[in-house]
């Protein structure tokens, strides 16, 4: 997700997002520690994925 996209989104539903995003990124981690995943990369970009949106809650926050 590019962040662009994200900053178009209202803010109670990024903190929601990010907290999907959060439990995704955990459930991938116990899978691949489990057996490896074919494709590893998708967890980097998830755990950037999540950051994006930590920082522009962050922003918004800093904003009001």
Do not use: D
Request: glycine share 0%; net charge positive; aromatic share 2%.
């Amino acid at each position: 997700m590019k962040i662009a996209e994200i900053r178009e989104i209202p803010a109670n539903e990024l903190a929601e997002r990010c907290e999907a995003e959060v439990a995704k990124y955990q459930q991938m981690l116990l899978n691949h520690s489990i057996s490896p995943m074919q494709n590893h990369a998708e967890i980097k970009a998830t755990r950037r994925t999540i950051a994006k949106m930590k920082t522009v809650l962050r922003e918004n926050e800093l904003n009001k």
